[in-house]
């Protein structure tokens, strides 16, 4: 997937960072300077967000969101991950008191595997990734994983790609919801030949599924760039929203980088989570806008500016 390469491209640009600056755990850069009390809303950095800071030890860098105020983690990659790490990352989690957030089910790659052809070898892989999932889950305390259900297929109508990636995402759902989890849909923009790109199509999935175990990941990036209008459709779509994700537009770097007024979309958020007992983690799956040691803190600026409504 292009979210592995462009997450894979993030660390190594910091970890060169840490390099050339000589930066090492417990140097005064961003802890102590952007330290303070937690952020109002769960924002959940992922593994290279802050490494010129807190090294290239994955266990360091958690410690160091938590110090930094961050009530999250997210890892796209964690079911590559060796068992023993996942379990350390779920014990640090657990003393830092974080919430982790989502990492996702890959049956083969989801950019070359589509749900929407009706093929009974992608279901079936697809099913058997999501018992897999289950154990990765249990290491971490893990409760969303993201599904992508590939490309479209222009050889078959639309409505039967529909029903077909119904069949598989139901098929997927039998398989978490008797654990508890949830599968979070995510709609994306990185190339049009994708299948699932609005948060009404997505809507229409998940309730066509009708389980808990299958809700949609608003990413607010990929969003802008689809369909825009972001505080409407977040509001079309809420009662099958389960799991958020950020980045700016252009660029998918953090709050304040581009177009989008992501103080007004967490304020607005926010003020519906506290009438109605709602609670969200707010994946920060983007890059950093600068490089170094200077770049981290600037995110963590960033997020502290965008966290005060």
């Known amino acids: 997937m292009q979210r592995r390469a462009f997450l894979k491209s993030t660390a190594s640009a910091a970890a060169i960072a840490t390099l050339s600056s000589g930066a090492v755990l417990g140097a005064e850069p961003a802890t102590r300077a952007a330290s303070g009390s937690n952020f109002k809303l769960k924002y959940a950095p992922h593994l290279g967000m802050f490494e010129a800071s807190a090294g290239q030890d994955p266990i360091a860098q958690i410690k160091f969101m938590a110090d930094a105020g961050f009530r999250a983690y997210e890892d796209n990659e964690l079911m590559e991950r060796p068992a023993a790490l996942q379990e350390r990352i779920g014990e640090t989690l657990a003393r830092a008191d974080m919430t982790m957030g989502v990492f996702v089910i890959d049956a083969g790659d989801n950019w070359k595997v589509s749900y929407a052809t009706g093929k009974k070898e992608f279901r079936e892989a697809f099913v058997k990734t999501c018992r897999d999932a289950v154990t990765t889950a249990r290491r971490v305390n893990a409760k969303w994983m993201t599904v992508v259900p590939g490309f479209f297929?222009?050889?078959?109508?639309?409505?039967?790609?529909?029903?077909?990636?119904?069949?598989?995402?139901?098929?997927?759902?039998?398989?978490?919801?008797?654990?508890?989890?949830?599968?979070?849909?995510?709609?994306?923009?990185?190339?049009?030949?994708?299948?699932?790109?609005?948060?009404?199509?997505?809507?229409?999935?998940?309730?066509?599924?009708?389980?808990?175990?299958?809700?949609?990941?608003?990413?607010?990036?990929?969003?802008?760039?689809?369909?825009?209008?972001?505080?409407?459709?977040?509001?079309?779509?809420?009662?099958?929203?389960?799991?958020?994700?950020?980045?700016?537009?252009?660029?998918?770097?953090?709050?304040?980088?581009?177009?989008?007024?992501?103080?007004?979309?967490?304020?607005?958020?926010?003020?519906?989570?506290?009438?109605?007992?709602r609670d969200f983690v707010f994946g920060m799956e983007h890059g950093n806008a600068a490089s170094g040691v200077e770049g981290e803190r600037r995110v963590i600026e960033a997020y502290r500016e965008a966290d005060d409504f």
């Open 153 to 277: 297929d222009a050889t078959l109508p639309l409505d039967i790609q529909t029903g077909h990636v119904i069949d598989a995402i139901r098929a997927g759902a039998e398989v978490l919801e008797p654990h508890g989890l949830t599968m979070v849909m995510e709609p994306l923009s990185d190339r049009p030949e994708l299948f699932l790109r609005t948060s009404a199509q997505a809507y229409a999935i998940a309730r066509a599924v009708d389980s808990p175990a299958c809700k949609i990941l608003y990413d607010i990036y990929h969003l802008q760039r689809n369909e825009g209008n972001l505080i409407h459709h977040i509001d079309l779509a809420w009662d099958e929203i389960a799991y958020f994700q950020i980045g700016d537009v252009p660029g998918r770097k953090e709050p304040g980088t581009g177009e989008i007024n992501y103080r007004n979309i967490f304020r607005h958020i926010h003020g519906r989570m506290q009438k109605e007992g």
